[in-house]
């Protein structure tokens, strides 16, 4: 029964692959986010996705690529992974655009070697 | 513009002691502004949050005061207990002019609570 979750919850991949994180949310929530955590706690949004339409795209590498094939899943495609790309993803999910708050997965830990 | 600005970056209290963590924003146009918790391997869970029309909200022993002139709001954790040890997040949004729901977060803040 678990609101908001990712998988995998670690993911350990050399440079230059291809990866992708799952997130799905059980709350019946119209909007969906990614975040990314650096090394230093810093969450920073990426991408927002509103009933599968596109909202928020932050100044990220075209290597990232969300997808949205219904309002409870939102997914995030990485190509050619990049050693900066090391950071924990939070998927994240909210009612009406986030008036009551967000609810954050418990995160995917991305390491690149 | 977007910005905001979250002190100190670490705390260290004793248990059932007063932290408080304060933050400060620019953009005027911010009208809801939250404050999220998160556990180490955990994502951050809403705590409290509070909306520029108050100046002062209280949920058990969380507070956040609120100064619209200055700019600026802070958590106060009131009898702070070693379980409250996690780093804390404020956050702004702009709710009623933008239709994204995009939040800013601040630094965040490693708070330990010692027995």
């Known amino acids: 029964d678990t609101a908001v979750s990712q998988t995998p919850k670690y993911l350990v991949t050399q440079m230059g692959n291809d990866k992708s994180i799952k997130c799905e949310q059980n709350l019946g929530h119209d909007t969906m986010y990614w975040y990314k955590q650096d090394s230093k706690k810093f969450l920073k949004i990426m991408f927002s996705y509103n009933n599968k339409e596109l909202i928020i795209n932050e100044t990220v590498p075209n290597r990232f690529s969300p997808k949205s094939p219904d309002k409870a899943h939102l997914n995030l495609h990485i190509n050619s992974l990049e050693l900066g790309d090391s950071a924990v993803y939070f998927c994240a999910s909210s009612q009406a655009r986030g008036t009551y708050g967000y609810t954050f997965g418990s995160g995917t830990r991305l390491t690149v070697v | ?115």
Not at chain 2, 22 to 30: I, L, P, Q, R
Not at chain 2, 73 to 88: E, K, N, V
């Open chain 2, 1 to 115: 513009q977007q910005q905001v600005k979250q002190s100190p970056q670490s705390l260290i209290v004793q248990k059932g002691g007063i932290s408080i963590i304060n933050c400060a924003y620019e953009n005027t146009a911010f009208d809801y502004f939250p404050w999220y918790q998160q556990f180490p391997g955990k994502g951050p869970a809403l705590l409290i949050a509070i909306r520029p029309d108050v100046s002062e909200k209280k949920e058990g022993r969380f507070t956040i005061s609120f100064n619209k002139s200055a700019k600026q709001f802070s958590l106060h954790i009131m009898d702070s207990q070693p379980g409250d040890s996690a780093t804390y997040f404020c956050a702004a949004s702009a709710m009623s002019s933008s239709n994204t729901g995009k939040l800013i977060f601040g630094q965040g803040t490693t708070l330990q609570v010692k027995p």
